[in-house]
Nanobody, 130 residues
Framework: QVQLVESGGGSVQAGGSLRLSCEGR?????????????MGWFRQAPRKGREFVAV????????WHADSVKGRFTISRDNARNTMYLQMNRLKPEDKTVYLC??????????????????WGQGTQVTVSS
């Protein structure tokens, strides 16, 4: 069983920055949980359901960002710390929502669908004021 715990959400003004973190926790992988999974971020878009934000490969060598955040957000990971990050710069009011950490055992890393992920965190709220 994998538990994903997000942190780092908060309130900022438009143009500001936040860094989200997602820690992977388990009692069965001897602390190496994160490196076993492709990981990513979704966000709960109002009236649109869940929207893909970014994904990162197991080693961190491959990343993919949604067009809506490309150039502003950067996904990264530190497998030694069992943690994944989302650096969000130049935030806009439309970025305001709940951000969810996800993990997948599937191969490859071009995983952009909700159904690609079997593990989800509870989410962290990001608020951007204009």
């Amino acid at each position: 069983q994998v538990q994903l715990v997000e942190s780092g959400g908060g309130s900022v003004q438009a143009g500001g920055s936040l860094r989200l973190s997602c820690e992977g926790r388990t009692s069965s992988d001897h602390g190496r949980i994160v490196s076993n999974y492709v990981m990513g971020w979704f966000r709960q878009a109002p009236r649109k359901g869940r929207e893909f934000v970014a994904v990162i490969s197991r080693t961190g060598s491959g990343t993919w960002h949604a067009d809506s955040v490309k150039g502003r957000f950067t996904i990264s990971r530190d497998n030694a710390r069992n943690t994944m990050y989302l650096q969000m710069n130049r935030l806009k009011p439309e970025d305001k929502t709940v951000y969810l950490c996800v993990a997948s055992i599937k191969g490859g890393y071009n995983l952009t669908r909700e159904s690609d992920y079997g593990y989800w965190g509870q989410g962290t709220q990001v608020t951007v004021s204009s």
